[in-house]
């Protein structure tokens, strides 16, 4: 049994955000007190030992769900594999990963989403649950068998890393994946707004002579799919949102009672355009970041809950492929490792966002959405918890990395507050930054 004395509790499913006792047993949250007596606690153990730790100065909440990870496998195994990206989300405090469906071969099948169930079974570090893609092959065509996928163990659906540019087949989507219950999840981007572009166009991009990316090729693809939603009675989540006209929009149509969601990259709400250079690509994702005015709007929408989720989008490559010249490198962050801490840091310390509401958004409302275990620290919930501390400090280096990944914008920097304890299912699988 683990009894966590004296913590700080943050558990916006039980409105908790208070200093508490946890007893944990035979992997479940047992009770949670304000008060818990040496006595009390040994009577409630019955004889089995109680690992006591002391939560002074720490917070303890429910793991991090993150929606949207590239775990790479099957196919791409020296990006990432699925037992690297499990122990790299757990060592960032992240105990359940929703696998997104573009590897190589795309997850279009139900033996290949129970083929990432059962790797992620095998790795047993974070919980990983498969995303099937919306069309065969990925190519906006033909649709998958959702039902079937479902039985598999596919929780959505999504072409992410591509568009749906077929409203017609976007519309059938969502229509068909109502018999599943489950949400069909949009990467949206115009292909033929964004082009080859490389960054957002804006003032920065024109300065370095890199092709712009207009914010409309996001907004035009939220604006249709939320249409396309409303119309079907369906169920939408929204990828990476990073545009204020997207976060406009989505304002809007959830004052309508529109059924979706939506999701924000840590990235987005930290970085800017401005901070693009041409000789560094580990900023160079898709969506590409945005201007300062949108990084605000991306702030206040998580504010304001018309973002309801924060995802990493963590997308590693080989150091090779992020060495080549800007235009020619592959877009995407690796993040699993370090993005609670840089949210913390970047966000919660100077006070743009609640530690309260990042718990929320990355645990409990993941968990509603998707309709998946955790997100609470309930009695008689499983015992995925994170004890972290806002003192603990590390720079991040390769050495220390579990992901095969190395493209983080934070490499070589210090960033303070990190997970120091996390535990799946009740089985303690970091312990003081190192992945048991
Ligand atoms: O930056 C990105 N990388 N955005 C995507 O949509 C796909 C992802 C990837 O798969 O690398
Ligand atoms: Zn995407």
Redesign the pocket.
Same mark, same amino acid.
């Given at each position: 049994m683990w009894w966590l004395k004296d913590v700080w509790v943050i558990d916006p499913s039980q409105k908790i955000s208070s200093p508490q006792n946890v007893l944990v047993q035979g992997g479940q949250v047992m009770e949670i007190s304000p008060s818990l007596t040496e006595e009390e606690v040994l009577a409630k153990a019955q004889g089995e030992s109680v690992e006591t730790i002391n939560g002074k100065g720490k917070f303890l909440f429910p793991g991090l769900i993150d929606v949207h990870t #590239?775990l790479r496998e099957p196919g791409q195994e020296d990006k990432e594999d699925i037992l690297s990206g499990s122990r790299a989300a757990v060592r960032g405090g992240i105990t359940a990963i929703m696998a997104?469906a573009?590897t190589v071969p795309v997850i279009d099948n139900r033996s290949l989403v129970e083929f990432v169930r059962l790797q992620g079974e095998r790795a047993n570090y974070a919980r990983v649950y498969p995303i099937g893609t919306v069309t065969k092959g990925m190519q906006g065509v033909e649709l998958v068998e959702m039902a079937d996928m479902k039985e598999g163990g596919a929780v959505a659906f999504s072409d992410? %890393?591509?568009n749906i540019q077929n409203a017609e087949m976007m519309r059938l989507a969502l229509e068909y994946a109502k018999l599943t219950g489950l949400p069909i999840i949009s #990467?949206c981007?115009d292909k033929e707004l964004s082009g080859e572009g490389l960054m957002r166009r804006g003032i920065p991009s024109t300065r370095m002579g890199l092709r712009g990316i207009p914010a409309s090729a996001e907004s035009v693809i939220v604006a249709r799919d939320l249409l396309l939603v409303e119309e079907t009675k369906g169920k939408l989540h929204l +990828? #990476?949102i990073s545009t204020k006209e997207s976060v406009e929009l989505i304002r809007r149509a959830k004052a309508r009672g529109v059924d979706v969601t939506a999701e924000v990259n840590p990235h987005h709400l930290i970085f800017c355009d401005e901070e693009i250079t041409i000789t560094n690509t580990d900023l160079?994702?898709?969506?590409p970041l945005g201007m300062p005015a949108d990084r605000e709007a991306l702030i206040e929408g998580l504010r304001d809950g018309t973002l309801d989720i924060i995802a990493t989008?963590h +997308?590693? #490559?080989t150091q090779a492929e992020k060495a080549r010249p800007f235009a020619e490198a592959?877009? %995407?962050?690796a993040s699993l490792e370090t993005a609670l801490s840089a949210v913390w840091q970047h966000l919660v310390v100077p006070r743009r966002l609640s530690l309260d509401r990042v718990i929320e958004a990355w645990s409990y409302a993941p968990a509603k959405r998707f309709g998946l275990r955790g997100g609470t620290l309930k009695p008689g919930a499983p015992a995925d918890m994170v004890l972290f501390d806002p003192d603990f400090a590390e720079i991040i280096e390769p050495a220390t990395l579990v992901s095969k990944a190395r493209n983080t914008p934070f490499l070589g920097k210090t960033l303070q507050g990190f997970p120091v304890m996390v535990w799946v299912n009740g089985r303690l699988v970091q312990r003081n930054r190192t992945v048991l």
């Open positions: #590239h997104m573009n992410d %890393g591509k #990467h981007e +990828a #990476h160079k994702v898709n969506p989008d +997308a590693p #490559h592959p877009f %995407g962050i």
